[in-house]
């Protein structure tokens, strides 16, 4: 009797178990809190005697850029996945991915601030097109001219994050083109921008958000350097999560030049990420179609398109570089073929020569 009572009891045990997956919560409380601390915030370095910081995962700054992706790399693989220290356990064994997944999940509970865009909704950068997400990094851009006359422009962008929605840059251009052999170069128009994402959603994997810029004409115009105008540059772009690691960005806006000609234009990016191995390297092949067109009747439509190759460098995936052609499709008389490469550094996830190896 008594060993009937003692199946029954372990068979009951067993389906609940089956039934009822243990919670996010549950796992966490088991596998994480012990360096993690129930609350998040991490136990005190001195208590843990590491000779690392365990993170905040209550600082919405920190947690919310993080796509799960890269959590789960880290976490089914340990911290040396994407470069971290590897007093940061690998869970690959003791939990399925599902179960991760879950305590991912739960993890984001404790930020518990819904203004933040979350981190998936951060889409690769394509070379023009502008993304709608919020970010902390610094990209340097090359543009080479492949027909006509030389000219080469290297443009330093840098992002920074103000709260939940807000980002402001500065682009500085340096410039240099061959004015029938002599080359001209120099500090080209300085521009910046306040950026303010107004609508976000996970679940929809879509983000919208407006920007203003601002270009001042601090490049010589007589050496062609600059366009000798301010000019106010207002768009909106959008960001879409597509299925299959696919995804669609869009910026329209205007430049409006204090005095000369108005410009309209709308651009799209469209492009895929394909991930090397388990939690490798990342490849976004993307094609840019881009059209702008005079605000005056009867100007036409210039379309250039560019198709581009984004791919992850360091280890930790916050070096990366792209490069591209921009060709024109319609008055390829007047505009020319451009090279187009950036190297971007995404600095809020370590310095530049961290997270290598
Ligand atoms: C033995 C202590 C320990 C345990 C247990 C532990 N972690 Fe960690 N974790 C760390 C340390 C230390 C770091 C910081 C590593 C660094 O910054 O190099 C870290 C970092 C992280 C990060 C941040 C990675 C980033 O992008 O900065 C995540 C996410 C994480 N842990 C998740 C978990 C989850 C989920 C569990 C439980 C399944 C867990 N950890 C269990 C010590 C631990």
Same mark, same amino acid.
């Given at each position: 009797?008594?060993? @009937?009572?003692?199946? !029954? +009891? $372990?068979?009951? %045990?067993?389906? =609940? ?7 996010? #919560? ?113 990209? @340097?851009?090359?543009? !080479? +001219? $492949?027909?006509? %006359?030389?000219? =080469? ?7 920074? #994050? ?196």
């Amino acid at each position: 009797m008594r060993w @009937l009572i003692l199946l !029954v +009891a $372990l068979l009951a %045990a067993h389906t =609940v178990e089956a039934q009822e997956p243990a919670s996010g #919560r549950d796992l966490y409380r088991g596998a994480c809190a012990a360096c993690h601390g129930t609350d998040g915030t991490g136990l005190p370095q001195a208590a843990l005697g590491f000779d690392v910081a365990v993170p905040d995962f209550t600082d919405c700054s920190f947690a919310t850029p993080e796509a799960d992706a890269d959590w789960l790399a880290v976490v089914h693989d340990g911290g040396p996945a994407r470069a971290f220290d590897r007093r940061m356990p690998a869970f690959g064994e003791a939990l399925k991915e599902d179960e991760i997944l879950r305590v991912l999940d739960y993890i984001h509970e404790f930020c518990g601030d819904g203004r933040w865009p979350r981190g998936e909704l951060n889409l690769p950068r394509a070379l023009v097109t502008e993304k709608a997400f919020p970010e902390n990094e610094t990209v @340097l851009t090359t543009t !080479v +001219a $492949l027909d006509g %006359a030389g000219a =080469v422009a290297n443009e330093l962008l840098y992002e920074r #994050r103000l709260g939940a929605r807000t980002q402001f840059e500065v682009i500085v251009p340096f410039v240099s083109h061959d004015t029938g052999g002599q080359w001209r170069s120099g500090l080209g128009d300085v521009g910046a921008a306040v950026k303010r994402v107004l609508v976000h959603s996970r679940q929809r994997g879509s983000i919208f958000s407006v920007t203003g810029e601002v270009v001042f004409p601090t490049g010589k115009e007589s050496e062609g350097l600059g366009s000798g105008v301010a000019v106010f540059e207002p768009f909106l772009a959008f960001g879409q999560i597509l299925p299959a690691d696919a995804f669609l960005q869009v910026q329209a806006g205007a430049e409006l030049p204090r005095r000369g000609a108005k410009e309209a234009f709308w651009r799209a990016a469209l492009g895929r990420t394909i991930v090397s191995g388990r939690f490798g390297r990342s490849w976004s092949p993307i094609v840019e179609l881009l059209a702008a067109r005079e605000m005056e009747s009867g100007a036409r439509v210039e379309w250039d398109a560019v198709p581009q190759m984004q791919v992850s460098l360091s280890k930790r995936q916050h070096v990366l570089i792209s490069a591209g052609v921009r060709v024109p499709v319609t008055g390829r008389s007047a505009r020319g073929a451009q090279l187009m490469t950036y190297v971007l550094w995404d600095w809020f996830d370590g310095g530049i020569r961290d997270g290598w190896r």
